[in-house]
């Protein structure tokens, strides 16, 4: 198809305005030198925009493309801030493709185009808008210096785009067409325009379920049909789209002597998902870094200890606290880096909150004499704290680390690639007093070699990389981001790194590394803005590359509803990579979601147990990817959530709030939909068409009977809600148009519901999944009457409109459970109709 990487040249089309000698045809020239080289709106108050017409049809790539860059030698109160750009083939009809923002600086800055629809159909484009939303001053008049474009120009690759793309606008737009006619009951058109276009509107099995709701009636094929469905993988998407709900077990467990790992935060855990072994180490127990090692193993539910104090064996780690562990399969090896233990004086507030396992005092530390106390400015440099422990043979091994890796280094994050046997250790603080701040480094395991990970564009790379985390110090100073999470993602071989604190600040943001091109984009500059959790700190997080799904534990954040230095634990979130930028979610427990589907009036049991891990960070997890089951240990929480903060001090340092140390050890399981639980859904609403349409057509005693013995049988009668919801379904009883009418005070309506026989259970029904379980009315309101047509009366008896239209609202309400590929459109042809008006 060509290359992503072909520069795009282009022209202005059109602007809103322009000031004198600030000309829109100034952005063609990258002169940053020059103060009058930019394109500048002629005031503050209206709504601007810039429209490029590139000289050919192009796509315009995901991976880099697109260079918007605010180049003035200094900041700039007229700088464009937050923007949004559309793309389309005439300036008519375009499509928002990216909203983001610029930093106030002369570094380029590079963003990713959108260039694929929903459906996964790449498509062209001919004009670019640019639409400036805010500038870093008030009441300025916006900026742009300089707009560059990267994608594919060859003429034979975009024709083929723009083909499939045409064809698959064709192919959407007879969809819509057979949707509407079928909705509204022309089936003959619809059957005609089926047959002679060959166009598919659904996957087979959701026509033959259609046909036996709608058009036969036919209630038990239709049960039939969902079964080969979800067979068929139909239920997939929306399964893996169904929120989780987090189900926790305490682990009692011991070694053979009764004992377990000690109350500790800063500790390091890692997991051998093989064998089935969980390993521990180090931490600070409040009062000294440790250095015992523990195993834990999973089936045999019992921990071991491995080593009550490493520093006394050959080549081992001494205590330590704020290191990071990691476990190689490919070897049964375990790396451990970083420390920072007892003589480790916090420089910072920030730090020094960052480390809340060691004390602030001198009174609490080790007993030194005064003279004799290390400093950062004073303390010669450490030998390197790099170690690597041979599982089998239960033997450590102290690894050098040459010139180009990182100095002794705590509350950074590391990661092993087993693979390709390269170790990635990003940011955190380092303990020598010309390198406090720490970057991106990569150890090869083969080779013994560090490196300091650079781009082949230093300077793009530099300002786009990792919070800023700056790789050049000797050009500017580097920046400081402990605190903050690294995830490895082994299919796609990419680093995401988020959240942390800089500067005293707590981060929102997050970035994507990716291994192969040595390459950082900027996924979210604040991921609470996108529904995500709000900016956090020491935070936990674990990955499961099958569900595509980060699992985020714990941590601190900024509690600005009470008092702006106050903190606060964050819950537990899940954030789904599936698709740019992906989606967030909040991870409830399942006791949560079972006391806001409760009655108002109900209360939760007051017996004083909890069923859950209350708040903390400087925890650790792990995640075993076989078994879907995350572990967490110990860690940090606030003795009380409501007054806790940390303040500052006089001496600018922070007082600790009351803490507690914990040495709680949990086990963790998402307890998602099944399909049997969507096929249970689905038929409880087939089940409650039957049941109206027997009302009308039958004696009411009858209807009662399968009611009670048939419809009964497909709800969750534990929910409250559904079983309201159920009830509810006897007021179709005193339809006027039922063959015998009956009373409401009838002796025959006080009948008792069986509720033993109910089936499946419902974990994960949303309130607005329970509307659609509520009797179904008519579309109603159509100007345009439809009745029955000739292929109709081939197929069943006369059908009124009503019972029609309630028909295709019961399959219509099943198809939100269907993959997208498989069904008709979302959407309706009346829509198109208000872009008319």
Same mark, same amino acid.
């Given at each position: 198809?060509?290359?992503?990487?072909?520069?795009?040249?282009?022209?202005?089309?059109?602007?809103?305005?322009?000031?004198?000698?600030?000309?829109?045809?100034?952005?063609?020239?990258?002169?940053?030198?020059?103060?009058?080289?930019?394109?500048?709106?002629?005031?503050s108050?209206?709504?601007?925009?810039?429209?490029?017409?590139?000289?050919?049809?192009?796509?315009?790539?995901?991976?880099?493309?697109?260079?918007?860059?605010?180049?003035?030698?200094?900041?700039?109160?007229?700088?464009?801030?937050?923007?949004?750009?559309?793309?389309?083939?005439t300036?008519e009809?375009?499509?928002?493709?990216?909203?983001?923002?610029?930093?106030?600086?002369?570094?380029?800055?590079?963003?990713?185009?959108?260039?694929?629809?929903?459906a996964?159909?790449?498509?062209?484009?001919?004009?670019? %808008?640019?639409?400036?939303?805010?500038?870093?001053?008030?009441?300025? $008049?916006?900026s742009?210096?300089?707009?560059?474009?990267?994608?594919?120009?060859?003429?034979?690759?975009?024709?083929?785009?723009?083909?499939?793309?045409?064809?698959?606008?064709?192919?959407?737009?007879?969809?819509?067409?057979?949707?509407?006619?079928?909705?509204?009951?022309?089936?003959?058109?619809?059957?005609?325009?089926?047959?002679?276009?060959?166009?598919?509107?659904?996957?087979?099995?959701?026509?033959?379920?259609?046909?036996?709701?709608?058009?036969?009636?036919d209630?038990?094929?239709?049960?039939?049909?969902?079964?080969d469905?979800?067979?068929?993988?139909?239920?997939?998407?929306?399964?893996?789209s169904?929120?989780?709900?987090?189900?926790?077990?305490?682990?009692?467990?011991?070694?053979?002597?009764?004992?377990?790992?000690s109350?500790?935060?800063?500790?390091?855990?890692?997991?051998?998902?093989?064998? *089935?072994?969980?390993?521990?180490?180090?931490?600070?127990?409040?009062?000294? $870094?440790?250095?015992?090692?523990w195993?834990?193993?999973?089936?045999?539910?019992?921990?071991?200890?491995?080593?009550?104090?490493?520093?006394?064996?050959?080549?081992?780690?001494g205590?330590?606290?704020?290191?990071?562990?990691?476990?190689?399969?490919?070897?049964?090896?375990?790396?451990?880096?970083g420390?920072?233990?007892?003589?480790?004086?916090?420089?910072?507030?920030?730090? $020094?909150?960052?480390?809340e396992?060691?004390?602030?005092?001198?009174?609490?530390?080790?007993?030194?004499?005064?003279?004799?106390?290390?400093?950062?400015?004073?303390? =010669?440099? =450490?030998?390197p704290?790099?170690?690597?422990?041979?599982?089998?043979?239960?033997?450590?091994?102290?690894?050098?680390?040459?010139?180009?890796?990182?100095r002794?280094?705590?509350?950074?994050?590391?990661?092993?690639?087993?693979?390709?046997?390269?170790? #990635?250790?990003?940011?955190?603080? !380092?303990?020598?007093?010309?390198?406090?701040?720490?970057?991106?480094?990569?150890?090869?395991?083969?080779?013994?070699?560090?490196?300091?990970?650079?781009?082949?564009?230093?300077?793009?790379?530099?300002?786009?990389?990792?919070?800023?985390?700056?790789?050049?110090?000797?050009?500017?100073?580097?920046?400081?981001?402990?605190?903050?999470?690294?995830? #490895?993602?082994?299919?796609?071989?990419?680093?995401?790194?988020?959240?942390?604190?800089?500067?005293?600040?707590?981060?929102?943001?997050?970035?994507?590394?990716?291994? !192969?091109?040595?390459?950082?984009?900027?996924?979210?500059?604040?991921?609470?803005?996108?529904?995500?959790?709000?900016?956090c700190?020491?935070?936990?997080?674990?990955?499961?590359?099958?569900?595509?799904?980060?699992?985020?534990? *714990?941590?601190?954040?900024?509690?600005?509803?009470?008092?702006?230095?106050?903190?606060?634990?964050?819950?537990?979130?899940?954030?789904?990579?599936?698709?740019?930028?992906?989606?967030?979610?909040?991870?409830?427990?399942?006791e949560?979601?079972?006391?806001?589907?409760?009655?108002?009036?109900?209360?939760?049991?007051?017996?004083?147990?909890?069923?859950? =891990?209350? =708040? &903390?960070?400087?925890?650790?997890?792990?995640?075993?990817?076989?078994?879907?089951?995350?572990?967490?240990?110990?860690?940090?929480?606030?003795?009380d959530?409501?007054?806790?903060?940390? &303040?500052?001090?006089?001496?600018?340092?922070?007082?600790?709030?009351?803490?507690?140390?914990?040495?709680d050890?949990?086990?963790?399981?998402?307890?998602?939909?099944s399909?049997?639980?969507?096929?249970?859904?689905?038929?409880?609403?087939?089940?409650?068409?039957?049941?109206?349409?027997?009302? %009308?057509?039958?004696?009411p005693?009858?209807?009662?009977?399968?009611?009670?013995?048939?419809?009964?049988?497909?709800?969750?009668?534990d929910?409250?809600?559904?079983?309201?919801?159920?009830? $509810?379904?006897?007021?179709?009883?005193?339809?006027?148009?039922?063959?015998?009418?009956?009373?409401?005070?009838?002796?025959?309506?006080?009948?008792?519901?069986?509720?033993?026989?109910?089936?499946?259970?419902?974990?994960?029904?949303?309130?607005?999944?329970?509307? %659609?379980?509520?009797?179904?009315?008519?579309?109603? *309101?159509?100007?345009?009457?439809?009745?029955?047509?000739?292929?109709?009366?081939?197929?069943?008896?006369?059908l009124?409109?009503?019972?029609?239209?309630?028909?295709? %609202?019961?399959?219509?309400?099943?198809?939100?459970?269907?993959s997208?590929?498989?069904?008709?459109? !979302?959407?309706?042809?009346?829509?198109?109709?208000?872009?008319?008006?």
């Open positions: 198809m060509g290359t992503s990487s072909d520069v795009i040249e282009y022209t202005i089309h059109d602007c809103s305005s322009f000031s004198t000698n600030f000309h829109p045809e100034n952005i063609l020239v990258d002169n940053p030198s020059n103060s009058k080289s930019r394109w500048t709106t002629q005031n108050e209206s709504v601007h925009w810039i429209l490029l017409r590139l000289n050919n049809l192009s796509i315009l790539s995901t991976l880099c493309s697109f260079n918007l860059n605010s180049q003035s030698s200094a900041a700039n109160a007229c700088n464009m801030k937050e923007f949004k750009v559309y793309i389309g083939i300036p009809n375009m499509t928002q493709v990216l909203h983001s923002s610029l930093k106030n600086d002369s570094i380029r800055e590079s963003f990713s185009i959108r260039h694929h629809n929903s996964g159909h790449c498509f062209p484009t001919r004009f670019i %808008k640019i639409e400036p939303l805010s500038v870093y001053g008030q009441s300025f $008049s916006t742009i210096w300089h707009v560059s474009l990267t994608g594919i120009i060859n003429e034979a690759s975009v024709e083929e785009v723009k083909r499939d793309y045409d064809q698959f606008r064709e192919t959407r737009v007879m969809q819509h067409i057979l949707k509407h006619l079928r909705q509204r009951r022309l089936l003959t058109p619809y059957n005609s325009i089926l047959t002679q276009s060959g166009v598919r509107l659904e996957h087979p099995l959701v026509t033959q379920l259609y046909e036996s709701i709608v058009l036969t009636g209630w038990d094929k239709a049960e039939t049909i969902l079964h469905i979800s067979v068929a993988g139909l239920f997939d998407q929306y399964l893996k169904s929120h989780p709900r987090a189900v926790w077990r305490k682990l009692h467990d011991t070694d053979v002597n009764g004992d377990i790992p109350v500790r935060g800063g500790h390091a855990m890692c997991i051998d998902t093989k064998r *089935g072994y969980i390993y521990l180490f180090g931490g600070w127990d409040g009062h000294k $870094s440790l250095d015992d090692f195993r834990y193993d999973i089936k045999k539910q019992r921990w071991a200890i491995i080593s009550t104090n490493t520093s006394l064996e050959l080549n081992a780690p205590p330590r606290s704020c290191h990071k562990m990691v476990y190689d399969s490919k070897t049964d090896c375990i790396y451990i880096l420390r920072l233990h007892d003589l480790d004086e916090p420089a910072t507030r920030a730090q $020094s909150r960052n480390a396992i060691v004390p602030t005092s001198s009174s609490q530390r080790m007993s030194v004499a005064a003279d004799e106390t290390p400093t950062l400015s004073s303390r =010669p440099m =450490p030998s704290e790099f170690y690597r422990y041979h599982c089998e043979h239960n033997k450590w091994e102290h690894l050098d680390i040459d010139e180009n890796g990182p002794t280094i705590f509350d950074h994050e590391m990661i092993i690639d087993s693979e390709s046997q390269i170790l #990635f250790v990003f940011g955190g603080r !380092a303990g020598e007093k010309k390198l406090d701040y720490s970057g991106l480094y990569s150890y090869d395991v083969h080779l013994k070699k560090w490196c300091l990970l650079q781009c082949r564009n230093s300077i793009s790379f530099r300002c786009r990389i990792l919070s800023d985390i700056e790789f050049f110090p000797e050009l500017i100073p580097p920046l400081f981001l402990p605190g903050h999470s690294m995830i #490895f993602e082994p299919t796609s071989r990419q680093l995401y790194i988020f959240a942390g604190e800089r500067e005293d600040r707590f981060l929102s943001d997050m970035y994507i590394y990716d291994i !192969a091109t040595n390459n950082a984009t900027e996924v979210f500059s604040n991921f609470t803005s996108s529904g995500g959790p709000q900016p700190f020491l935070q936990r997080a674990v990955v499961d590359p099958s569900l595509q799904e980060i699992y985020i534990f *714990g941590g601190l954040i900024h509690d600005r509803a009470t008092h702006p230095r106050s903190l606060t634990e964050s819950s537990d979130w899940l954030y789904r990579y599936s698709s740019r930028p992906g989606k967030w979610e909040k991870i409830h427990t399942l949560e979601h079972q006391n806001r589907s409760a009655p108002p009036s109900s209360s939760p049991p007051q017996d004083g147990t909890r069923e859950n =891990p209350p =708040p &903390r960070f400087a925890h650790q997890v792990v995640y075993d990817p076989d078994s879907k089951t995350v572990y967490l240990h110990g860690g940090t929480m606030m003795v959530s409501d007054f806790a903060k940390l &303040r500052e001090g006089n001496d600018g340092l922070s007082e600790e709030a009351p803490m507690k140390k914990l040495s050890f949990w086990k963790m399981t998402l307890r998602r939909l399909s049997s639980e969507l096929i249970r859904r689905s038929a409880y609403l087939i089940r409650q068409q039957q049941f109206k349409e027997m009302c %009308k057509t039958q004696a005693v009858q209807s009662l009977i399968h009611l009670q013995n048939h419809v009964s049988q497909v709800v969750n009668h929910d409250p809600n559904e079983t309201q919801l159920f009830r $509810s379904l006897l007021t179709h009883l005193l339809d006027p148009s039922s063959p015998v009418s009956m009373s409401p005070a009838s002796p025959s309506m006080g009948y008792a519901v069986n509720a033993s026989e109910q089936l499946g259970s419902l974990e994960g029904l949303e309130t607005s999944d329970l509307q %659609k379980l509520s009797p179904s009315q008519g579309q109603g *309101g159509l100007e345009i009457q439809t009745s029955e047509g000739p292929y109709e009366k081939t197929l069943r008896p006369t009124s409109q009503a019972s029609f239209d309630q028909r295709t %609202k019961t399959f219509e309400d099943i198809l939100e459970f269907i997208d590929d498989a069904k008709q459109p !979302a959407g309706s042809l009346l829509d198109l109709v208000d872009d008319f008006l």
